[in-house]
Structures are given as C-alpha cells and as structure tokens.
C-alpha cells in the first residue's frame, strides 16, 4: 500500500513521465490524463483524442509510459487504461 505522501511524490513522477510522451501523442491528434493512482500503486490513465481509438493504444502504454514509468517511479506497480 502506498501512502497519501508518496501518492504525491508519485503523482508527480507520473505526470513528468506523461510530459515526455505528450510531444509524441500530440503528433498523432491524442494525449493522456491521470485519472487515479491506487494504493496499491496501479496507475490508471485515459488515452484521449485519437489515442482513444487507435490500435496500437496498448503499445502506446506498454512500450511508452510504462517504460518511461519504471525508470522514474520504481514503486508504480502498473499502467491500467481506462475508458
């Protein structure tokens, strides 16, 4: 379980991570939005825009922000999107 302060410090880390993809969404006509980090630090964000609907949404995730996630928050559990 990860407490009400490192849900902070996390949320930072994971919106910096969101930062470094942006560039790379936005070329494309999409984005992503934290919606919620879990206690059991489960990451849950929305794919926006045309990422809503693409196909390689899941790739967008997995090789994208959970990789860049990893690196900057090791206590991130997982990625989760949600509609």
Known sequence: MISTIDK??????????MTQLRPH???DGGDMELVEITDEGLVKVRLL????D???SMMT???GLVEVLKA???EVTG?????
């Open 8 to 17: 902070e410090s996390i949320t930072l880390k994971v919106n910096e991570a």
């Open 25 to 27: 969404l936005h070329a």
């Open 49 to 52: 825009g045309s990422c809503s």
């Open 54 to 56: 693409c196909t390689m």
């Open 61 to 63: 995730i997995k090789a």
């Open 72 to 74: 900057a928050a090791p």
């Open 79 to 83: 990625v989760e999107s949600i509609a």
